[in-house]
């Protein structure tokens, strides 16, 4: 029996041959049809089955080429086998960002093979299959002042963005769109084309891989350029006390106005672990990880405390911004006091805690309450956090989308610590992963997108 990847491969593509343990064939079939409907007859033995594809190596659009084997052992008079055939070359497709197209004119695609070339006119929405790389890439366009422009990217022969049986998505965007559409495609490389627990798994890795760990102290010179308000008073960015659409009831100037005590708000900034230490056991690189401690008012941090995040049904004590601490409401899921930041930051914690638990996924059994921590919210199941929770931090992220001073702090993370949150420069990640419609099945075909901003 044969067995196919979606889309069928034409008949004529594939050259079976059905080899015995010692090399030598035994039958050759030069299409998927001359194969005997009634099975091919053979003795009991060790064989295998090879399908090779026979369409030639010249790029072409819409022609995907199929091969596979299988290894066999014959015991008994009659055996069903499978071959399954799967995409042996590389699918690429061309876009444009909608910017681009209303800012240039004349644009083509080439790209080139070891095989050929194919060229992509501004209308091309086919896929075009290339056998082997490297592939060469060049961007014909012309720009508003008349002047026709090239481009020319490649992409190395041995790159995983043109494994076998993967498709390859370019994006040609526009050199004011911020962030080139995506110009950390290739940071994320391993995890595009991914959902689900793969995904989050996939995440863990990345942005674990060559972490550097700062000290404690080295936060405040992090936040000196991370956390400063754009309004031009060179203020800290602090979540517990900035009104966006009013004014701040009081500012913090960066490394003047670092705590020391405080008597209560306004006093001075310090860091406020989002996920509070007390959860992990002041165990480190967690301790002094710039992505989840925040520069806040000293003293509501303090009345913050390590209780978990969430929305209160009655509040004790409220801050200066609207901040509040009290009993949870009852449609929570959760029975206890609570912290709520304000709105305008709410999608911002959410997607720090996606962070922390894709970052210490694998530690963080061990700091689950049902195995003696004292934390709140933590799950040691794959998605690693307790359903309410998920629940809330979903709302929260999707009511309050990644604002610039999120991308803002992203960037200086990178070069302060050489990682980034994937939930701020992908939040459509969350939903893969925790939403409603996440999948927990591995991808069966990967698609990479890589994004190319012209300059």
Same mark, same amino acid.
């Given at each position: ?43 009991? &033995? ?16 819409? *022609? ?14 009659? !055996? ?30 080439t790209i080139s ?14 896929l075009g299959y ?13 720009? =508003? ?14 790159? =995983?963005?043109? $494994? ?37 798994? !996939? ?30 008073? &060179? ?5 517990y006390s900035d ?66 995040? &969430? ?14 601490? &009290?009993?949870? =409401? ?8 609570? +912290? ?13 805690? +996606? ?53 803002? *702090?992203?960037?200086? $993370? ?14 459509? +990640?969350?939903? =893969? ?23």
């Amino acid at each position: 029996m044969i067995a196919y990847e979606k889309p069928l491969p034409p008949s004529d593509s594939v050259l079976i041959q059905v080899k015995r343990s010692d090399g030598k064939i035994m039958h050759t079939y030069s299409s998927i049809s001359q194969i005997p409907a009634t099975g091919i007859p053979l003795d009991l &033995g060790e064989y295998t089955i090879e399908g090779t594809p026979t369409n030639k190596r010249l790029p072409l659009f819409n *022609r995907p080429s199929y091969g596979g084997s299988c290894n066999t052992n014959l015991n008994k008079s009659e !055996a069903n086998v499978t071959l399954t055939l799967k995409q042996a070359n590389v699918a690429v497709q061309v876009n444009y960002s909608e910017k681009f197209k209303s800012e240039f004119t004349n644009y083509t695609t080439t790209i080139s093979s070891p095989d050929g070339s194919l060229t992509y006119g501004s209308k091309e929405d086919r896929l075009g299959y290339f056998t082997s790389g490297p592939l060469e890439i060049k961007l014909t366009y012309t720009d =508003k002042q008349g002047v026709v422009q090239n481009k020319i990217q490649k992409i190395d022969a041995t790159s =995983k963005q043109i $494994a076998p049986g993967s498709t390859l998505a370019l994006v040609f965007s526009h050199p004011d769109e911020e962030n080139g559409g995506g110009n950390y495609e290739a940071y994320y490389l391993n995890a595009l084309g991914k959902t689900g627990i793969e995904l989050k798994k !996939a995440l863990t890795t990345i942005i674990s891989t060559g972490y550097q760990a700062k000290s404690y102290n080295d936060l405040w010179s992090a936040y000196k350029i991370g956390d400063i308000r754009t309004d031009g008073t &060179g203020a800290i960015w602090d979540v517990y006390s900035d009104i966006p659409l009013g004014k701040a009831p009081y500012l913090y100037q960066p490394g003047q106005d670092q705590c020391g005590s405080y008597s209560g708000e306004g006093s001075c900034y310090n860091r406020e672990h989002t996920i509070p230490k007390s959860w992990f056991n002041d165990d480190t690189p967690m301790y002094s990880d710039y992505l989840h401690i925040l520069p806040t008012d000293g003293y509501v941090n303090g009345r913050r405390s390590n209780y978990p995040y &969430g929305e209160v049904g009655s509040a004790s004590w409220t801050s200066r911004n609207g901040s509040k601490l &009290g009993s949870a =409401k009852s449609t929570l899921g959760y029975n206890g006091t609570v +912290f709520e930041p304000i709105d305008d930051f709410k999608g911002d914690i959410a997607r720090i805690y +996606f962070y922390f638990v894709t970052r210490y996924a694998d530690v963080l059994s061990k700091y689950d309450a049902n195995n003696g921590s004292t934390e709140e919210v933590f799950n040691s199941n794959d998605l690693g956090l307790d359903q309410w929770t998920i629940n809330m931090f979903l709302r929260w992220s999707k009511n309050d989308p990644v604002s610039p001073k999120e991308r803002v *702090r992203n960037n200086e $993370a990178q070069k302060f610590q050489n990682n980034r949150n994937p939930y701020v420069d992908h939040p459509e +990640f969350i939903e =893969k992963i925790w939403g409603s419609n996440a999948s927990n099945t591995a991808a069966k075909s990967k698609m990479v997108k890589v994004y190319y901003k012209v300059k």
